[in-house]
């Protein structure tokens, strides 16, 4: 409120000055304003819904947003808009006359979140002076055409929208609903930081589809408020997935009808998964549930000590199943499709990795019943990493006859063997320390599509065990991008693009639960959180300074 606008006028303000490219963007942006029309036109939809009325009488002057006829400020949000021309113009801002308009019915929940966010009515249209319009694309495939937008082309793809304010109404209009709420994101974040919305245009979409946050509930409780305050905050961060790790040694922290013996408390009931899930997928968020097999299963397990693997000197390796009997089989895939329906989305995980039985120097020797039962069922060759690729490749079956699409962590995926992953599956990256260890590069040339938790940069592991350090915003906001998929240095360009990498998640895991609270883990993730959204959305070197990214990241929240 009362922030002085720029007084330059000699060239429109873009996102992406000065980095590489800027030009490119800046010549982009002025080709393309042209090709539309980027007013803040009325619509005429019908729709109903509460706190919907006709605008209300008032003045020219009334409803006219006061400001100077100049260039304004680049939108303030988190992650950044990728291209912002800016015009001459008073720019909007809200009135005691503000409605959040639209005619399209899938966008109600929209209009009312944003209208509730705002303080402001849902109306029917049309739009008038001061309101903010929300609309589809009438093609249904993007600003700028209907395929998949590529890095640099911030006006397509399925998640884009443009924002244009003009003559003080705001108009939304994006490719998909998820592309309409995202715009409302950065309306409501600039809002936030300079209580109005300078003139011009926005156009921007994400780099890759998948941006996420992944949060291991079972070594350490989360309560489902502090769950729920996470995706709204991902929402404004235009995150798009929240991983839930439900199971490990130390806990199973879901309500499970099938299998209620295995349940630790605290635990969140089927109720609150749902509320969870609800209130997600009004931020455009899938809630991925993984259910780590055939290692990390302890709490498992403890129910069911007649599953436990022994090796030949009678050693119970922690968290381990025994791959070769039926009955753990059917216990795990009892749970998998349990779950299958109490997360609806697309995803689920399978796990697969840190199986103790191939992290010993001989598992034929150590585990003498695994090989056999590997030789008898896939020849004299087998192994038993070849037992432990069928296991995963049967979860995996039971995942996609339930309708998702299986991702599995990169150390269950081994070189070699008789037995070969099945797809299709995805492959969350996430070590380079593993037995057998593999560079990204080499699933990448097998034509898996990779997923980047690199624990480098992106594990927030509760008592920095295992050499672990707690990652900072800064060094992910100025080192790392989707293509840093282990260590330091980034994959080959060949392989960077989002064809192959689908995008990532910031993890937090509880391995000493309580060296922090839930409090300091909050705090502790906020800004790494920010960064991680932020090189998701636009990997390239960022134009703010991260002491600037700071300054942001506070005034929009």
Partial sequence: MGRNWSKKSGRAAVGAAGRPGAVLALTLAAGLAGLTSLTGCSGNGEGGGNGDRDAPSASKADRHPKGPDRLGPTPAAVPSVREWKAVRGPGWQRTKHTRVVTG?????????????????????????????????????????????????????????????????????????????????????????????????????????????????????????????????????????????????????????????????????????????????????????????????????????????????????????????????????????????????????????????ALMTQNPEQTYPGLAQTARQKFGEQARVQDLATAWLNDRATTLREHGKTPQVWNDGMHRGGVVHPNKPREVAYWTGREEGERQPVEYLKEGWKVVNLNDEYLYYVLGQPNRFTYPTGRRIYEHWNPAVVRGTEPVPAKWAGREHILGGRFAVWGDIADAQTTEQVASGIRLPLAATAQKLWDPRQPERSWSDFVKLADQVD
């Fill in 104 to 356: 399209t019915d899938s966008l109600r929940d929209e209009a009312k979140l944003l209208a509730d966010e705002l303080k402001v009515d849902v109306a029917k249209g049309p739009a008038h002076t001061g309101d903010i319009e929300l609309r589809r694309d009438k093609g249904g495939k993007g600003t700028k055409s209907g395929k998949s937008g590529k890095s640099g082309e911030p006006g397509s793809g399925p998640e884009s929208y443009r924002l244009v304010s003009r003559d003080g109404t705001v108009t939304i209009t994006g490719a998909d609903d998820a592309g309409v709420f995202y715009g409302t994101r950065t309306l409501l974040q600039t809002h936030r930081a300079q209580g109005r919305f300078a003139e011009g245009t926005v156009r921007d979409a994400p780099d890759r589809p998948q941006r996420g946050f992944s949060l291991d509930i079972a070594r350490k409780n989360f309560s489902a408020d502090w769950i729920k305050a996470r995706i709204r905050a991902m929402g404004d961060l235009k995150l798009n997935q929240l991983q839930l790790h439900l199971s490990d040694d130390q806990a199973f922290r879901v309500e499970s009808d099938t299998h209620p013996e295995i349940v630790s408390d605290p635990h969140l009931t089927k109720a609150q998964i749902r509320d969870i899930v609800r209130l997600a997928a009004s931020r455009h968020i899938t809630v991925i549930p993984e259910i780590d097999s055939p290692g990390h299963l302890g709490a498992v397990l403890k129910a069911h000590p007649d599953l436990q693997l022994r090796s030949v000197t009678g050693r119970t390796p922690q968290g381990t199943i025994d791959i070769s009997k039926p009955e753990a089989a059917k216990l795990v895939d009892d749970l998998l499709v349990e779950f299958a329906d109490l997360f609806p989305g697309k995803y689920a995980h399978a796990g697969g990795d840190e199986y103790l």
